[in-house]
């Protein structure tokens, strides 16, 4: 399933990598020198010291909710085993009492668990965006000194652990952007 993904996302960058270069070829004028670069973030992200930093700060919350929530939930399972054991020796009224009690304990954990997702991706986010901004700047700033037109983001990464989304597209000159030209033609069509 993995490697299915893996393949199915380097299909699909690659078809756009490959319509990106002809559209840079195809269009008589706007794209003289052509300069195409590509960035593997894949690797960036594996070897910047900084990211890891931030991962490994993030690592070190992430096992701090996940103890909590191991503590919720054995606590839970240990009184809903305790109540299966236990059931047949109850009165219906005692029997109802301690449903309700592990009903609200379940959705008490279930709440838990969506707070402390929600808390590690923002967490994630606060550590790891301006760090991704950064490279994408830098990738900019190359892009802009060195004369690209286009500079394709090659990894498999798209959207990062921080939910940030990179597109293939990592840079393009303003002057190769045609939606003008075809807000003109969807004009025409009316």
């Known amino acids: 399933m993995r490697t299915q993904l893996r393949l199915n ?12 270069i002809m559209l840079a070829f195809a269009v008589p004028g706007h794209c003289q020198s052509g300069k195409i670069g590509w960035v593997d973030l894949d690797r960036i992200l594996n070897e ?32 809903l085993e305790d109540y299966r054991r236990q059931r047949l020796l109850l009165s219906e ?12 304990m379940e959705q008490s954990l279930m709440d838990t668990k969506t707070r402390l997702e929600g808390e590690a991706e923002r967490r994630r986010a606060e550590l790891t965006a301006p760090i991704l901004q950064k490279i994408q700047d830098v990738v900019q700033q190359v892009a802009v000194n060195e004369d690209y037109d286009y500079i394709l ?19 393009a000159k303003d002057r190769l952007d045609i939606t003008e030209r075809v807000f003109e033609e969807l004009g025409k069509l009316k």
Do not use: C, H
Not at 9 to 20: E, I, K, N
Not at 57 to 70: I, P, S, T, V
Not at 93 to 104: F, G, M, N, Q, V
Not at 153 to 171: D, E, H, K, L, V
């Open 153 to 171: 983001n090659s990894s498999m990464i798209y959207r990062t652990p921080a939910g940030i989304q990179f597109s293939p597209i990592m840079y």
């Open 93 to 104: 009224p005692s029997r109802k009492e301690r449903e309700d009690e592990l009903a609200k």
């Open 9 to 20: 996302r380097f299909w699909t960058f690659s078809l756009l990598a490959a319509g990106v």
């Open 48 to 79: 910047y010291e900084e990211f890891n930093e931030a991962e490994n700060l993030f690592q070190k919350d992430a096992l701090a909710w996940e103890a909590d929530f191991d503590s919720l939930q054995n606590d839970y399972f240990n009184k």
